[in-house]
């Protein structure tokens, strides 16, 4: 993520012709910023649909002529364990609070993702099963962010109208959820929730990658160029350059990152954010640089970290 991350604000900062680096570098640690906001707001979410559960309930019983079913609602999914434990933890509520993060605006979207939810076949067998267990109610709360979230229109475009920083996050931010419902435990009495990196490394190393790819860009896309004769380069998409720059920057400024963990890394990038067909051209372009560079001693690798 934090690679994409570079991109992205790269992009941003040629396409512009931006004059100063140092706002541009602010602009990615925002971004970087926002997609831990959007993790705490998508682990939020279940929690908002069964208050808007409970809330229906509520309204249910106080009909003037209220059904036996009125009266005595299933209450098992606005009681689920896993779901009040998010509901009630201190390490989300506070940074949700701090950060100002709130579905309080979007009523139709839960609206809307609670009625999906409720017609879904595994929530009808969770609800008709009589017996409660954690195993069972943490098994419903995972399907809902695997099944229901990342092919929904509205919750996309209710991101996009919230924040701009959120293109493309969603997919990652649900794969966080699903790690920190994979880590709770009955016995927790909080949400162990997950760092915003996984050491104290990964900001220097986006900022230093940033700093590297965009003074280096000219240089390294002449690196690319060596390779890419027989191309027309102006045919090459913007992004592909873009990517194989940013690659050949990490190779040369990072020791301790395995040429292998790079180009892995980089390849994967060009299927999701460049044209079809990308990452088999970038992946023959940037093998052929790595072999150059190491011959020219250009690329010299020393430990054993990763990123």
Known sequence: ?????????????????????????KTLVASIDKTYD???????????????????QELARKK?????EDLNPNRKFVENAVIRLIAQS????????????????????????????EQSDYFKSYMAHAERSWKEDLA????????ELEECEMLEEVLDEMSILWNDDLGFSLILVT??????????????VLPKFKSEEDLDFAMQLFEKAAIGYDDNLQQIERFTRNWDVERIAFMDNLIMATAVAELIT??????KVTLDEYIEIAKFYSTAGSSTFINGVLDKAATSLQEEGKINKSGRGLI
């Open 90 to 117: 201190d390490a989300v509520n506070d940074h949700l609070a701090a950060r100002k993060l709130s579905w309080a605006k979007y009523p139709e979207l839960i609206k809307t993702l609670y009625s999906q939810l």
């Open 179 to 192: 790690r920190t419902l994979s880590n709770m435990r009955p016995s927790h009495t909080d949400v162990k």
């Open 140 to 147: 419903l709360v995972t399907d809902f962010y695997v099944r």
């Open 64 to 68: 003037q002529l209220p059904t036996y």
């Open 1 to 25: 993520m934090l690679r994409i991350k570079v991109i992205k604000a790269l992009y941003a900062h040629l396409k512009s012709d931006a004059d100063s680096l140092m706002a541009s570098e």
């Open 254 to 259: 990072f020791p301790s990152i395995p040429i």
């Open 38 to 56: 959007l993790y705490f707001l998508m682990l939020s979410l279940i929690a908002e649909l069964a208050h808007y559960a409970e809330q229906r």
